[in-house]
Structure formats: structure tokens, C-alpha cells
């Protein structure tokens, strides 16, 4: 199965972590600033962010408030179950949060490609009572379904996640 462009882009950033303190990541200010966003730290919850870095740069569509996780629940084509490389949101305390399924563990949690998953880029597992939508990215505004294959989910571990915000 040929790598989706935008998950290719999110497997570079892996290990990627926020600067604590008054400094600031370079790479995560340089995506805010392709991005066209008005804040320009790292403190700021950034999945949304990351998120569509990597669509951008795959070539997909993003939403028009692409850096609200749950701006991402209506966004795309919706899936009645996770996808291989699908964005999915999910709820926290405080909000949401975003990020691709890259698998599933050998417990039936997500493995979710994000950023802002204990303040870095990491692969990460999540109950999949949490999520609360799986999306296909829409490209050039055209709907196409994921190819049945992507939903076959490849097995691996992760730690739990402890923090998204």
C-alpha cells in the first residue's frame, strides 16, 4: 500500500517538541506562518495546526478553521470507521483534539499520528470510545472514498496518551 502524501509529511515530524518557556519551536512557528495564523507560540494548542500542515502539504483541502480540532468533525468525507491515514477528532477536557490513524493495538485502541500529544509529534494510543468522528481529506473539493484496503488497520504499539493540550 502506497504511503498517503500527508502521512509521509506527519512521519518527518515524529520527535518533534514544543520549547518550554518563552521560547519557540522554529518549525512549528513556520507552519503557523504558512498557515496565515495570528498567534506565532507553541503554548497555544496545536494539533489543528499540525494537522493541517500535513494535509497542506499533501495536497488535500482543509477546513476553514483548520486550526480547531473540532472544526475537523465536519470536514472531508465523514467514515463510519477508522481508515488507515483518516483524520480523527476526539474530546478532552477543555476541547478536542486531532490527528491521523496510523493502526490499532492489540487492545482495539487507535494508534493516532498527532501534534500536541505530550507537547510533541508522537504516535500515541486512544480508546475508540474517545473518537467522535473519522474523515476522509477532501481533495480539490472532490469526496472520494479511502480504498477499501485502508481500513484494514496495521497492528503496533504505543504508549497511552496522557496529554493533548
Known amino acids: 500500500m502506497k504511503e498517503l502524501a500527508w502521512l509521509a509529511e506527519?512521519?518527518?515530524?515524529?520527535?518533534?517538541?514544543?520549547?518550554?518557556?518563552?521560547?519557540?519551536?522554529?518549525?512549528?512557528?513556520?507552519?503557523?506562518?504558512?498557515?496565515?495564523?495570528?498567534?506565532?507560540?507553541?503554548?497555544?494548542?496545536?494539533?489543528?495546526?499540525?494537522?493541517?500542515?500535513?494535509?497542506?502539504?499533501?495536497?488535500r483541502d482543509l477546513p476553514k478553521n483548520w486550526?480547531?480540532?473540532?472544526?475537523?468533525?465536519?470536514f472531508g468525507l465523514p467514515l463510519k470507521q477508522p481508515a488507515y491515514g483518516c483524520v480523527v477528532t476526539f474530546t478532552r477536557q477543555g476541547g478536542g483534539h486531532v490527528g491521523f490513524v496510523v493502526g490499532e493495538d492489540g487492545k482495539g485502541n487507535l494508534?493516532?499520528?498527532?501534534?500536541?500529544?505530550?507537547n510533541g509529534v508522537n504516535i500515541a494510543a486512544f480508546p475508540k470510545s474517545r473518537a467522535t468522528s473519522y474523515r476522509w481529506p477532501s481533495k480539490g473539493g472532490q469526496l472520494l472514498p479511502p480504498d477499501?484496503?485502508?481500513?484494514?488497520?496495521?497492528?503496533?504499539?504505543?504508549?497511552?496518551?496522557?496529554?493533548?493540550?
Open 10 to 59: 506527519a512521519r518527518k515530524h515524529i520527535g518533534l517538541k514544543e520549547i518550554p518557556g518563552a521560547k519557540n519551536n522554529p518549525v512549528i512557528q513556520a507552519w503557523l506562518k504558512d498557515l496565515g495564523a495570528w498567534w506565532k507560540d507553541d503554548e497555544t494548542p496545536w494539533c489543528g495546526v499540525f494537522v493541517a500542515h500535513c494535509l497542506k502539504a499533501g495536497g
Open 67 to 74: 486550526f480547531r480540532a473540532k472544526e475537523y468533525e465536519t
Open 111 to 118: 494508534l493516532v499520528l498527532g501534534g500536541n500529544q505530550s
Open 148 to 165: 477499501p484496503s485502508r481500513y484494514v488497520l496495521p497492528k503496533g504499539i504505543a504508549a497511552a496518551s496522557k496529554s493533548e493540550a
